[in-house]
């Protein structure tokens, strides 16, 4: 093809065909950007869904962790009041008790009067296993002797130094804590006792007591120490132990 071809002019028909591509290039240029700015808008919209959705997500938390934690403390509120009732009723049930038991020993020196009978210290002394086992020691109050037997003795007699000698119109009476108690146990024999050993004492004191005519009771603080109350009299003094 020589040069004189490349300088004819292009024909009206290549012109049109020309002009038809130009236009279909720039519809679809248009097409593409339409739907570019329908994605980045369908982008947004999920964009400001997701981040609903995340401050939805994060009040229901809230709300809920909220809501949880006045549960646990409407449930400890009924706990402490739970235990609150508990010890008053175990308190005036132990004042019920007491009260009765003095009126019933007050009844029984009225008969014991009223026919004649005499009732002797050695008679009472007989009857509280507790008294012997400060006397005479635990051989005195049974036939097989434990360590706690012992532990049980030496507490009885240094009650008024191991434990609180309260009076009151309930009488008087001696009260072990086991925090107080520990150290002069502690003490006492060498050892470091546990606080479940401690316990064991209270409760063997307790169950000797149990036919004798004066009242021992074992209980708990609301801080849950072990507490154990043996009652007294004026006259015989801190468990009768010097005759």
């Known amino acids: 093809m020589s040069a004189d071809e490349f300088d004819q002019p292009i024909d009206a028909l290549d012109q049109q065909a020309l002009a038809r591509e130009v236009r279909q290039l720039r519809e ?16 947004e919209q999920l964009r400001g869904d997701l981040q609903r959705e995340r401050r939805e997500r994060k009040d229901a ?13 409407n449930a400890k509120l009924s706990i402490h009041d739970d235990i609150e009732d508990l010890h008053d009723t175990v308190v005036s049930e132990q004042q019920t008790r007491s009260r009765a038991d003095a009126r019933l020993k007050h009844r029984v020196n009225e008969v014991a009067e009223a026919a004649d009978v005499e009732v002797t210290d050695a008679d009472l002394i007989e009857k509280d296993r507790l008294v012997r086992l400060v006397r005479n020691g635990p051989e005195d109050v049974t036939d097989r002797i434990y360590p706690v037997h012992e532990r049980a003795q030496a507490l009885l007699e ?19 804590t ?3 108690a520990r150290p002069f146990l502690n003490a006492y024999f060498g ?10 004492i209270f409760e063997k004191i307790r169950d000797l007591a149990e036919t004798s005519p004066r009242t021992v009771r074992r209980d708990k603080t609301r801080k849950g120490e072990h507490v154990l109350t043996v009652e007294i009299t004026a006259e015989d003094g801190i468990l009768a132990a010097d005759g």
Do not use: C, M
């Open 178 to 180: 086991a925090p107080d």
């Open 191 to 200: 050892r470091t006792f546990k606080s479940s050993e401690i316990k064991r």
């Open 158 to 176: 240094h009650a008024e130094d191991w434990g609180r000698v309260v009076s009151d119109a309930n009488g008087y009476r001696v009260v072990y």
């Open 28 to 43: 679809e240029v248009e097409q593409l950007r339409a739907k570019v700015d329908g994605q980045e808008t369908e982008l």
């Open 61 to 73: 938390e809230e709300e809920l962790r909220k809501e949880r934690t006045q549960q646990i403390a």
